[in-house]
């Protein structure tokens, strides 16, 4: 148990910003009453998460949505609240000028915009204390012929080139990737290769993020995260759940064994001597859009279900599991993970909580206390 609390210490998560604000899907926004209405709001609700868990002490900006005028005075109160500022994630998916793409666009003015808005978010990360840089393109074509794939990539490598080495030298670029959307007939960063590919040529502070929403049924995302750890490529996560597609569901509430997996090769990569230094510093950011769950409930339960899904990957018995596929013993290995997988860590995890002066159930505190009550009287 004791082993278990030692790195439960160092299992942190980041919070998405956005998540704490009305969000909707494709064909409305729905409001929830007291919810974050700017920047310092979605911090304040940020840090009562990291007030009831105790492990969420960074929060992800996404600009312009969070812009201010004054980045010192939000830094401030970041700090204030006890939280830093983590990954900065620049907006390249709204303006209309991107309707044939940010990054790639034919259009060099265009380019240069969206260049000059990434580095506005560096100068941004510089004034706020962050070190990442998160970039997701929602940039592809619509048709066949629309545009020259080979043209798009070259511009799009030119583009970054130019972003990473104006970038401070220990300022890391993160290349998120996704399937499809908002562009149905190509994505310029359909995938994890195509995003290995771009950081590969940049440097070794471009790193790969996997986004848990965003891969074609029955992907097997551990095995990518597998793969991008032992090339020292991965950068972070967007933690949530998918069903069909990037529905950005909380983490775990549909396919809770396939979350299990994913942490296991993280886990295992914490306890490898040669992996661990750098797999400590793989960000597990949260990027998820609650709309029918109360946004702060919604992200109390996420970060405890993570956490509880950690810990069980922590658990896996690694010296057994190796002697089993040894013998190849396919049954004995696969028990072995199903062992650590119904292991109920709750009360392990109250104990952990109770030691740190934490609510041993921070979502039955959210749910018995007042915080959404102040909250709808004072955000009318
Ligand atoms: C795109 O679907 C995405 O996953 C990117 O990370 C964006 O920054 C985020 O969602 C916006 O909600
Ligand atoms: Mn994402």
Known sequence: MEKIFKELDELEF??????FSDAGTRFAVFHEEGAARNVFERIEDAALVHELTGCCPSVALHIPWDRVENWEELKEFVEEKGLRIGAINPNLFQDPDYKYGSLTNPSEKIRKKAIAHVMECVDIAVKTGSKIISLWLA?????PGQDDFR???????ESLKYIYENMPEDMYLFIE??????????????????????????????LVLVDLGHHAQGANIEYIVATLLSERKLGGFHLNNRKYADDDLTIA????????LIFKEIAFAWKDPELSDFAKKVVLMFDQAHITKPKILAMIQSVVMAQELFVKALLIDRRRLREAQEKCDVVEAEEILMDAFRTDVRPLLRENRKRKNLPEDPIKVFREGHYMEKRRRERR
């Open 14 to 19: 980041e919070l998405p910003s956005w998540a």
């Open 139 to 143: 940039d592809g074509t619509d048709y």
């Open 151 to 157: 043209s798009r990539k070259k511009r799009l490598e």
């Open 177 to 206: 990737y996704k399937f499809f959307e908002p562009t149905f007939y190509h994505t310029d960063i359909p995938d994890w290769g195509t995003s290995y590919l771009l950081s590969e040529k940049l440097g070794e502070r471009a």
């Open 253 to 260: 509430s549909i396919n809770p064994y396939e979350v299990f």
